[in-house]
């Protein structure tokens, strides 16, 4: 897009070496969450298989390793990082109220219930389209009753229906 092309051109002018998903290294998604990172050997060095993320999201794999790919640049720190290392960080990696899931026991007389709820704060058309997904490739066979409540700046109408038709009961506040 318009933005990329900018950062290209700026780096390009200020000499600057740009790394990008899908240029430089790569990811393949497995069906279990897990994924790979696959890099140009010379600048990366080596292949990471079955890496996994804290957070959920398919998304994630995407943002996490960019992480991996300046953490293998050594970018950061003059001490190298190892591999189990970077897959602790990775695996142990939380971010309270985005796309959370928190379960919850009901102990009654009838016996002990689980209620789960996803927690996720997104609240723009990219935050809302991956909590879809979320959804779909994860939540697909459950029961969804959505809590909504959005400030008056956030365009509910663009981003309200996509997720209504994943729910049996919408909340609105």
Known sequence: GVAANVIATTCQENGAELYQLGDQFSITLHDDGSWDFEPEEQVFGKTYKNMRCGLQGDYQANNMSLVVAVLRLNLLDEKEITEKQIRVGLESVSWPGRQELVS????????????????????????????????????????????WAAMQDKDSGKTLPELAPLCDRIYLS
Do not use: C, F, M, Q
């Open 104 to 147: 919850v026991e009901r102990i009654s007389a009838a016996g002990t219930k689980t209620y789960s709820y996803l927690l996720d704060g997104g609240h723009n058309p990219a935050g809302i389209a991956s909590l879809v997904e979320t959804i779909k490739n994860n939540y697909s066979d459950k029961s969804i009753h959505l809590i």
